[in-house]
């Protein structure tokens, strides 16, 4: 070799080759620093770069000089290997570029390149698409450009005897990549021809240039290239002399036997080994085609541009469950990624399970050939780090640093250089920057514990380890040797012996991967005493130029594997010798060939190195000798290594810049998002995070914690000794006074900035943003956190050591005061995004719309939906205060409903447990999560995070989203020493059990002792659920069982357990005062024994940092996610929504801030469905009305209309009917539950209530249509004898008129009309004069009257007899009402308030019975004794509702007031039994008629045809009084009815919205005395106040009508077309007039009533006649008849009615009429049978009257609020002993029976609220009594009070 030559610092393949843009350099230009680059990449570089420098060795240039390098120039690549080796080539873009040079170097575009042969054979290979299109072409000859257009150029190469591909990592391997031979410039003198003929001779002998053979034209072939050397080279630095010959001799002989160009041997198949070598190079450049075909086969190659998220990868599907072994290339990546993310080892193994490969394998065991083998060729399968690349470069950023966190879990070796397109690699920096390594250095003095950084910043040595050529060994396998002890041996390395690893790889050469050493701390199982990383590069480093010269500059040694010694790779070697990374030879085996053996000594002694330096594994090593002398080395260099000479990987994005790797940090959207993170982070400037802390997250901390005292204070009133109110009030602007601090001081820079970038970004950007947050802060929180937990070792060490017992105080002090700082020491994301949500909840709180130009809170919430759909944990639960930002979650859950669909059905699955057993690394593992873990509190407070459900799954399960909630830990040791830690384990255990759909409670076999104590706490908080109406299901995971045999080893523990679990079921059921209903587990969960329980592995697989994941942990985790699928498939609960668990989370939050939670719970959930469901209810219960009442109308008409008795008839037809309405009732209930499972769910142990109801209701209905059909009958049967007698006598009359007229007719006389009155006067006289009037019953309604109070009150008979003896039967002697009950109850009170309250009901009463009383008399019927039991009934049914706890009546005045009742319903009675003997007279009812019969008698004598008098007398007298009858006995309901479903605002389809109703028009008027009077007797009020509603809307005005008209015209329009049908049908079917009425009557007796006389002189009566008129007199009488309706006045219409629709329609809405025993609110269930009162709104007790005793001034308290108090109460039920308020149930049975819910809220009951603050001074003066003390807070507006009212009845008060 020549000086020139030796003295090259490049070979001639780096001087030909541009690292711009990977290719051959076209058009050559050398920089001022001496690299070399094509002009055209220089430019374009330099164009997008403001500060020039040289893409290389990034040298400044700011002037941009460079000069075109003749030299390079004139040897062009395209000669060498024509065209350019890049996607342009191959795409057939390249373009020519032709130059013309002058002497000075610069150049100008020409075209004479392009004039010769040579350049258009140049041309015609760079337009090749593809390698494989141009190896033809370079075989074919090849003619030199002439002399004066181009040059030549020749690499002569060593090339590696085997020419082998690499079939794997590290066996058969292909050898490196050629090394070109340094060329040398020929220059151009005169001598040149003579100089180079030496050369031409040798080249024309031995070798073929361009595919020139040697044969005997070779000569003549290669005279174009001595000419062009002759000319203008010299070959090698040969000079122009004269003994040119001699010189070039040795390079001739030099060249023939060392080189090759393009690995071409000297020999007569050079042109055969070129071709080899092109394929070398056309794989080398290939490797986007491989990567795309890879892509396709494995399905990934869609998300090349749109990348693979972790939200794609967290999805819950059925092939997710299912976890078997991928059955084609497509199912590989998923199979790989699930298995990571649940953190199987066993993700590599990517084995294809398909059934022919089974079958091969059958076969060959049943073949009886020995030879037979299967095999599985016929299976297109894939290398597993095919696999790795594939899956990294199709995933986006977030998921690449999760693959990270998960493989390095399992103690993967992690991709650092990931071969990516257009043949470049990616140094995947940020990809690695969340893992994290912990590790424990070999105990020594100075020794501080245990060390924990992230991996990029670890500065330890750095070995790498790579290949040249083919080896005989595995080289990961050795490396997997060398870092494993043979206690915990995993594969970290995948090598060849590997599941499919065996297969060829196609785009994973190239890949480096990189893992760490991590020593435990012990001496025993460490190999290593100090930590380091090792490098290891895939495939042969020949081939990947830029990975290896990367790691040589970044190792601190280098470890070479070679399986022989060349001159070749010694010649690469030298190469790596010159960076810093001292060099270790592996040579894989024997060196016997006296050759190799020189090399091998020259390069030591050239490099000096020594024995240690080279590595031999002779045949007679073993592997384990092998591994252990790789050790010492290995531990040699380490010891060999200086801090100063590390670099940690972030250090070396410097490197990879300068050897050409991309970096991922450099991607403009990370440097972005980083550039941003570093502007936030950099305002943190504070090193004492604490400090920092209180002075930027104002928000949270110490004032989240007073907020939440005040709001605990304020729900259970522990403190309070004075007002409620008041106190309440207080906290609550103690409260609004902290929040309104916050909100008047600056928003410190940070928050603002984070907010504002949070806000503006989306998508991955602001994914990226909060991950370099995340990064950032952890760095800075695990900095101080290791400076802390340094001191408190320190602290703790000279404690131990310290006797002194002041000493160890002092020191105890300091340590724990460390120790808090240590707690204080935490920085995250989670504080930031903590802030945000205190931040929203200020603001909401306050009803603040903006706060410092930041956005708006709607906005805030929304960024926050869609982080959480992103997998972004949402914090539930603040771990430092324990508190819940209610609004803020809520809103975010809204948004998210919005986001995804308001009816998307979630699940919410939660884990509780002890401290430390590994809850949030079951969740993680489970289901690929993010949850923080860790040794101690890895979890502080709750966290929620949201997985979709997709495909098949979402239907089966019947839910779209899986919500997990991940808690901290119970029993924290940190939580121990204060007073209320087990309350704040209860709470977060109730917490967490309320809103979870499913409960695992992680039992870990380590904590045995602390199970107890966590199962009572679990456990009572089920019982919680349960008595509130939730059965949650439990699965018990029982963690740390290894055993195969665990099931069943742990049966008999498995009992004992259950055992246990029913003891404490039954312990803690005594203490919740429930132990008579739940004694087992099974009472309080859903609990399966067979299924609702897992037995988990223990997690490592080994010990110390080096030890992995075990795959027993991880695959038992997965089959109890495919168990608790199962279980949820099961599922028949409510399927709850985002919207349904906001507000859960409010209703279970409210009720744990309370003492007594069972006391407090509401769940609104429940309350609205119930809501709805009573809505419904409602409907069906008026629909049962309404037809038994048309049922009951038409059974009366048939009664009376029906000439004989019926009633038994009627009586199974009503029971039959009944059980029909009944039955479809029922029937909509059943629908109800059937098309609402959700709803109904919620509401299912309401179901049998419900049908409770319907069947309570269909009794109710039958006793009351029986009770009508009885008096309908025995009315009948009063007027029967009435009725005959006045038949018969209307039968004398007809003769009398008839022998009349037939006289007349003898006699022929005219008469006139006077003379024929007189002749029917006399015959009237005549007639009626002999009818024996039957004389008028004598009843004594007096005497019914004393008879019936002896019977209701036979104990006090004495006493009524008295009354009777003092009054002697002038009942006027007795006092009116008005003096009666003002003196009766004077003196009987202790206090004026409640004996003015007594006397005011009293009188209340009074009205009551009279407008009872009123109801009776007006059905047309007569006095009947039963009327006074009724009476006496009815007071007291309304006298006992309207006692109170403060006073009853006293028994004496009972008898008075009920006398006094009865006396004034006596002249109601009378004067009703007066009317009805009067109006069923015969001789009246003659005299009634008398007219009608004058008119006939006139009229058949005038026509002797009284067919049209007739028509019109039966119209007028018959149809139109029964038309009318029908109208008011229907038009009563359909008023009611109109009400119940056209009324605005629906206030009166069921008995809450009838409350609201009431409400809202009492707000209207706006008076005290309507407010007091609806205060005093709601019930008589409502039926005022209903009545007055009937009658204005009877009086409304539609289309020039009032309603009542409407109503009542269409009832008419009904009959008369019934009757005109009546009418046709029995004109047809009748041929004498008698059949015709009897027809008519028969079709309409169930709606009208004609009187069975109406047939009079039907025999002077033509039918067809007749009935022509009467069709045309009835549609005259309905023209009357609406006229008639016209002039009707609503309200005496109204009152009149027989029917009336105000007791109809409050039927329906009255309710049971009990009234709360305190603020007398009364009560809104309307079903019937009901037990248990409620009312959704309580009032201040002080509008009832309740004063202090000793202030004397009215309570202002609501119910709802002093049952959270610890106050006492007492009265004439409590036998005025003192009682607790909070056990009021335990008074009585009255008591007991209302449901009063804790609620100290200020909002809560705000409407009465304001109407106690408006008209406080008016109740006082009323009650007599000091007005309350009333907060002003209580002046609540009425917007506020509509809204209030909305939320807590579901109504909209606009539609009122």
């Known amino acids: 070799m020549s000086n020139h030559a030796d003295c090259e610092d490049a070979s001639l393949y780096d001087r030909l080759y541009c690292h711009v843009c990977a290719n051959f350099i076209a058009i050559p230009v050398t920089l001022e620093c001496g690299h070399n680059f094509c002009l055209e990449c220089v430019e374009k570089f330099w164009d997008t770069n403001e500060d020039p420098f040289c893409p290389w060795c990034m040298e400044k240039d700011p002037d941009k000089k460079c000069s075109v390098n003749l030299p390079l120039d004139n040897a062009d690549a395209r000669v060498l290997v024509p065209g350019r080796p890049s996607s342009d080539v191959w795409s057939g873009k390249q373009e020519d570029s032709s130059w013309e040079r002058t002497s000075q170097g610069s150049w100008t575009e020409d075209s004479c390149f392009a004039r010769n042969k040579g350049a258009a054979q140049t041309e015609e290979l760079a337009g090749a698409d593809s390698m494989e299109e141009m190896f033809p072409l370079m075989s074919v000859e090849y003619e030199l450009p002439n002399t004066d257009e181009s040059s030549a150029i020749s690499s002569l190469m060593d090339k590696d005897q085997n020419d082998h591909s690499e079939s794997d990592e590290d066996i058969y391997s292909d050898p490196g990549a050629n090394i070109p031979a340094q060329s040398a410039g020929l220059q151009d003198d005169t001598n040149a021809a003579q100089k180079c003929e030496p050369m031409r001779e040798a080249i024309s002998e031995k070798y073929t240039w361009a595919g020139i053979q040697d044969d005997t034209n070779a000569a003549q072939k290669c005279e174009p290239m001595r000419e062009a050397i002759s000319e203008k080279y010299t070959w090698a630095g040969i000079q122009d002399d004269t003994n040119a010959a001699q010189k070039c001799e040795p390079m001739r002989e030099a060249i023939s036997e060392k080189y090759t160009w393009a690995g071409i041997q000297d020999g007569t198949n050079a042109a055969e080994k070129c071709e080899s070598k092109s394929e070398v190079i056309s794989e080398k450049y290939m490797w986007d085609n491989h990567a795309q075909e890879v892509l396709t086969q494995v399905g990934l190659v869609q998300f090349c541009k749109k990348k693979l998220s972790l939200r794609n990868v967290l999805e819950i599907s059925v092939e997710a469950l299912e976890g078997c072994a991928p059955k084609s290339l497509e199912h590989v990546p998923w199979y790989f990624l699930r298995k990571v993310m649940r953190l199987d080892a066993s993700a590599v193994n990517i084995k294809c399970i398909c059934d022919h490969i089974i079958r091969n394998e059958m076969q060959e065991l049943e073949s009886n050939d020995i030879f037979t083998t299967s095999t599985c060729s016929a299976v297109p399968w894939i290398h597993p780090l095919d696999i790795i690349v594939s899956v990294f470069l199709c995933s986006d950023a977030l998921l690449q640093q999760e693959l990270m966190v998960k493989m390095a879990s399992c103690q993967f070796a992690l991709p650092l250089l990931l071969p990516t397109w257009n043949n470049s690699c990616t140094f995947l920096l940020w990809a690695l920057r969340s893992v994290l390594k912990k590790w424990h250095p070999i105990r020594g003095k100075d020794n501080n514990g245990f060390l924990e950084e992230h991996v990029v910043s670890m500065k330890i040595p750095t070995f790498s380890f790579i290949k040249v050529g083919d080896i005989n060994v595995s080289k990961s396998k050795i490396l997997n040797d060398i870092l494993n002890n043979k206690q915990q041996y995993h594969n970290i390395f995948i090598h060849y012996h590997m599941d499919c690893a065996n297969l060829p790889k196609k785009i994973s050469n190239g890949l480096a991967e990189i893992s760490w050493y991590l020593p435990s701390g012990s001496e025993n199982n460490d190999v290593f005493t100090q930590p380091f990383q090792i490098i290891n590069l895939h495939g042969d480093a020949f081939k990947t130029?830029?990975?290896?010269?990367?790691?040589?500059?970044?190792?601190?040694?280098?470890?070479?594997?070679?399986?022989?010694?060349?001159?070749?790779?010694?010649?690469?070697?030298?190469?790596?010798?010159?960076?810093?990374?001292?060099?270790?030879?592996?040579?894989?085996?024997?060196?016997?060939?006296?050759?190799?053996?020189?090399?091998?000594?020259?390069?030591?002694?050239?490099?000096?190195?020594?024995?240690?330096y080279i590595i031999i594994k002779s045949q007679q090593i073993n592997d384990s000798d092998f591994t252990t002398k790789l050790c010492f080395r290995l531990q040699s260099a380490m010891d060999q290594c200086s801090q100063e000479n590390m670099l940690c990987l972030e250090e070396m994005i410097s490197v990879a810049h300068q050897c050409g790797i991309h970096v991922d940090e450099d991607e403009e959207q990370i440097q972005l998002t980083k550039n941003w993170c570093e502007d936030i982070i950099g305002l943190i400037t504070n090193a004492d995070i604490q400090d920092f802390k209180c002075r930027n997250f104002r928000f949270q901390g110490e004032t989240c914690k007073k907020l939440l005292d005040f709001e605990k204070e304020q729900s259970r009133l522990k403190n309070c000794c004075g007002s409620v109110v008041l106190y309440t009030a207080k906290l609550e602007k103690q409260k609004s006074q902290l929040r309104q601090s916050l909100l008047e001081k600056d928003l410190p820079d940070i928050m603002k900035s984070f907010i504002q970038k949070l806000t503006d970004l989306s998508g991955s950007n602001r994914v990226l943003f909060l991950q370099w947050i995340k990064h950032k802060l952890n760095s800075k929180s695990q900095t101080r956190m290791s400076e802390l937990k340094s001191q408190y070792r320190n602290k703790y060490k000279t404690l131990i050591s310290t006797e002194n017992q002041t000493e160890r105080e002092q020191k105890q002090t300091m340590l724990q005061k460390i120790n808090n700082k240590l707690s204080a020491a935490s920085l995250g994301l989670e504080h930031f995004m903590r802030e945000l949500g205190q931040i929203y909840e200020t603001l909401i709180t306050e009803k603040k719309e903006s706060f410092q130009g930041i956005p708006s809170a709607d906005t805030l919430a929304y960024t926050a939906a869609e982080l959480l759909l992103e997998g972004l944990p949402l914090e539930l639960l603040d771990g430092d205060t324990g508190t819940i930002a209610v609004n803020w979650i809520s809103a975010v859950l809204k948004e998210v409903a919005i986001l995804v669909g308001r009816d998307k059905c979630v699940f919410v699955l939660s884990v509780l447990g002890v401290q430390s057993t590994g809850k949030s690394t079951l969740l993680n593992t489970m289901f690929g999560l993010q949850f923080a873990v860790g040794s101690g509190r890895g979890t502080k407070g709750a966290f929620i995070q949201l997985l979709k459900i997709t495909g098949s799954l979402q239907s089966q399960l019947g839910y779209d989203f899986l919500m997990i909630i991940d808690t901290e830990g119970l029993k924290a040791p940190e939580l121990q020493s204060l007073v209320d830690n087990y309350e704040h384990d209860n709470e977060l255990a109730t917490l967490v059990t309320g809103l979870s759909d499913m409960t695992l409670v992680n039992m870990s076999m380590e904590h045995s002792a602390e199970m107890k104590d966590i199962l009572q706490i679990v456990l009572h908080a089920f019982i919680r659920m349960k008595i509130v109406g939730k059965k949650p299901v439990c699965v018990f995971v029982h963690q740390n069982v290894g055993d195969i045999s665990a099931y069943d080893q742990n049966l008999i523990g498995h009992k004992l357990l259950l055992d246990q679990l029913d003891e404490i079921i039954r312990a803690a059921a005594k203490m919740e005062k429930c132990d008579d209903k739940f004694t087992k587990l099974a009472d309080v969960a859903t609990f399966d024994p067979n299924c609702s329980k897992g037995y988990i592995a223990g997690l490592w697989h080994g010990c110390g940092p080096m030890a992995s994941i075990s795959r027993g942990y991880s695959t038992s985790v997965f089959e109890l996610k495919k168990s608790l699928f199962q279980t949820i498939q099961t599922f028949s609960k409510y399927k709850e929504t985002f919207s349904d668990f906001s507000r859960l989370i409010q209703d279970t939050w409210s009720a744990v801030k309370m003492e007594n939670f069972i006391f407090s719970f509401k769940n609104s959930l429940v309350a609205e469905a119930f809501h709805h469901i009573t809505q419904e209810f409602a409907k069906w219960d008026w629909e049962m009305r309404r037809a038994v009442q048309e049922w009951t109308i038409q059974a009366e008409n048939k009664i009376e209309a029906s000439e004989t008795n019926i009633s038994s008839f009627l009586e199974t037809e009503l029971k039959m009917f009944i059980t029909e309405t009944q039955t479809v009732a029922l029937s909509h209930l059943e629908k109800y539950f059937?098309?609402?499972?959700?709803?109904?769910?919620?509401?299912?142990?309401?179901?049998?209530?419900?049908?409770?109801?319907?069947?309570?209701?269909?009794?109710?209905?039958?006793?009351?249509?029986?009770?009508?059909?009885?008096?309908?009958?025995?009315?009948?049967?009063?007027?029967?004898?009435?009725?005959?007698?006045?038949?018969?006598?209307?039968?004398?009359?007809?003769?009398?008129?008839?022998?009349?007229?037939?006289?007349?007719?003898?006699?022929?006389?005219?008469?006139?009309?006077?003379?024929?009155?007189?002749?029917?006067?006399?015959?009237?006289?005549?007639?009626?004069?002999?009818?024996?009037?039957?004389?008028?019953?004598?009843?004594?309604?007096?005497?019914?009257?004393?008879?019936?109070?002896?019977?209701?009150?036979?104990?006090?008979?004495?006493?009524?007899?008295?009354?009777?003896?003092?009054?002697?039967?002038?009942?006027?002697?007795?006092?009116?009402?008005?003096?009666?009950?003002?003196?009766?109850?004077?003196?009987?009170?202790?206090?004026?308030?409640?004996?003015?309250?007594?006397?005011?009901?009293?009188?209340?009463?009074?009205?009551?019975?009279?407008?009872?009383?009123?109801?009776?008399?007006?059905?047309?019927?007569?006095?009947?004794?039963?009327?006074?039991?009724?009476?006496?009934?009815?007071?007291?049914?309304?006298?006992?509702?309207?006692q109170t706890d403060r006073f009853s009546y006293p028994?004496?005045?009972?008898?008075?007031?009920?006398?006094?009742?009865?006396?004034?319903?006596?002249?109601?009675?009378?004067?009703?039994?007066?009317?009805?003997?009067?109006?069923?007279?015969?001789?009246?009812?003659?005299?009634?008629?008398?007219?009608?019969?004058?008119?006939?008698?006139?009229?058949?004598?005038?026509?002797?045809?009284?067919?049209?008098?007739?028509?019109?007398?039966?119209?007028?007298?018959?149809?139109?009084?029964?038309?009318?009858?029908?109208?008011?006995?229907?038009?009563?309901?359909?008023?009611?009815?109109?009400?119940?479903?056209?009324?605005?605002?629906?206030?009166?389809?069921?008995?809450?919205?009838?409350?609201?109703?009431?409400?809202?028009?009492?707000?209207?008027?706006?008076?005290?005395?309507?407010?007091?009077?609806?205060?005093?007797?709601?019930?008589?009020?409502?039926?005022?106040?209903?009545?007055?509603?009937?009658?204005?809307?009877?009086?409304?005005?539609?289309?020039?009508?009032?309603?009542?008209?409407?109503?009542?015209?269409?009832?008419?329009?009904?009959?008369?077309?019934?009757?005109?049908?009546?009418?046709?049908?029995?004109?047809?079917?009748?041929?004498?007039?008698?059949?015709?009425?009897?027809?008519?009557?028969?079709?309409?007796?169930?709606?009208?009533?004609?009187?069975?006389?109406?047939?009079?002189?039907?025999?002077?009566t033509n039918l067809e006649c007749f009935v022509k008129y009467l069709e045309g007199s009835i549609n005259r009488t309905e023209k009357d008849i609406e006229t008639e309706i016209g002039q009707w006045r609503a309200a005496t219409k109204i009152t009149s009615l027989p029917y009336s629709p105000t007791s109809l329609l409050y039927e329906s809405l009255e309710g049971c009429g009990m009234c709360c025993f305190w603020c007398g609110t009364p009560c809104e269930n309307s079903q019937l049978g009901h037990v248990t009162h409620s009312a959704t709104y309580h009032r201040p007790v002080g509008i009832n009257g309740y004063k202090n005793e000793e202030s004397n001034k009215l309570i202002p308290e609501t119910c709802t609020s002093i049952v959270a108090t610890i106050k006492q109460f007492r009265n004439k039920d409590t036998k005025w002993k003192w009682v607790r308020i909070k056990k009021y149930k335990s008074v009585s049975d009255h008591y007991r029976s209302w449901n009063i819910p804790p609620d100290t809220s200020l909002s809560e009951s705000s409407y009465w609220k304001a109407v106690f603050y408006k008209y406080n001074e008016k109740f006082a003066e009323y009650y007599k009594c000091l007005p309350a003390d009333v907060p002003p807070e209580w002046n609540f507006s009425w917007v506020d009070v509509c809204r209030d009212v909305a939320d807590a009845y579901n109504v909209n008060l606009d539609s009122f």
């Not at 790779?569 to 270790?584: D, E, M, V």
């Not at 499972?1237 to 039958?1262: F, T």
């Not at 004393?1346 to 209701?1352: A, W």
């Not at 009748?1630 to 006389?1653: D, G, M, P, R, Y």
């Open 545 to 612: 130029p830029e990975q290896a010269e990367f790691l040589t500059l970044i190792s601190s040694a280098v470890f070479v594997f070679l399986g022989d010694i060349t001159e070749m790779k010694l010649q690469y070697l030298k190469n790596l010798t010159k960076n810093k990374a001292q060099i270790y030879l592996i040579l894989t085996s024997d060196v016997t060939i006296q050759n190799a053996k020189d090399l091998l000594l020259s390069f030591t002694q050239m490099f000096n190195l020594c024995k240690k």
């Open 1234 to 1442: 059937t098309a609402n499972p959700e709803k109904a769910r919620l509401v299912e142990e309401y179901r049998q209530r419900l049908i409770n109801c319907i069947q309570a209701l269909g009794q109710d209905l039958l006793l009351s249509a029986s009770k009508r059909c009885q008096e309908a009958n025995q009315s009948k049967k009063a007027l029967k004898e009435v009725n005959i007698l006045k038949l018969s006598y209307s039968k004398k009359l007809e003769k009398g008129i008839s022998e009349l007229l037939e006289n007349f007719k003898q006699h022929k006389a005219k008469l006139n009309d006077y003379e024929l009155l007189f002749y029917f006067d006399t015959m009237w006289y005549k007639e009626t004069s002999c009818i024996p009037v039957p004389l008028p019953k004598r009843i004594n309604i007096e005497a019914d009257m004393e008879n019936s109070l002896r019977e209701h009150m036979p104990a006090m008979s004495a006493d009524i007899n008295k009354k009777i003896r003092d009054v002697r039967g002038d009942w006027s002697l007795l006092k009116g009402v008005k003096d009666f009950i003002p003196n009766s109850l004077s003196g009987h009170f202790s206090n004026e308030t409640d004996e003015q309250m007594a006397k005011c009901k009293a009188f209340l009463v009074v009205e009551q019975c009279s407008m009872f009383v009123e109801d009776i008399v007006r059905q047309d019927r007569d006095y009947d004794p039963s009327h006074w039991f009724k009476v006496l009934n009815y007071v007291d049914k309304n006298i006992i509702k309207l």
């Open 1451 to 1660: 028994p004496e005045f009972l008898l008075e007031f009920k006398l006094h009742v009865c006396i004034s319903a006596l002249s109601k009675f009378k004067e009703l039994h007066r009317k009805f003997n009067e109006e069923n007279n015969p001789l009246q009812l003659l005299a009634r008629e008398r007219e009608n019969y004058f008119y006939l008698f006139k009229e058949l004598y005038k026509t002797n045809d009284a067919s049209q008098t007739m028509a019109e007398t039966f119209t007028e007298q018959f149809l139109k009084p029964a038309i009318f009858k029908a109208i008011e006995k229907n038009l009563g309901f359909d008023i009611a009815d109109d009400m119940k479903n056209n009324y605005s605002g629906g206030g009166f389809k069921a008995r809450m919205n009838f409350n609201v109703a009431i409400m809202y028009d009492l707000y209207m008027k706006d008076d005290f005395e309507t407010y007091y009077n609806y205060i005093s007797s709601s019930a008589l009020f409502e039926q005022t106040w209903l009545h007055e509603k009937i009658i204005q809307h009877c009086m409304r005005q539609y289309n020039g009508h009032t309603r009542l008209f409407q109503l009542a015209t269409q009832t008419l329009k009904v009959l008369v077309n019934m009757l005109k049908n009546a009418i046709s049908n029995a004109k047809v079917n009748s041929e004498t007039i008698l059949q015709f009425f009897e027809k008519v009557k028969e079709n309409i007796q169930s709606c009208l009533v004609i009187s069975s006389n109406a047939d009079i002189f039907a025999s002077h």
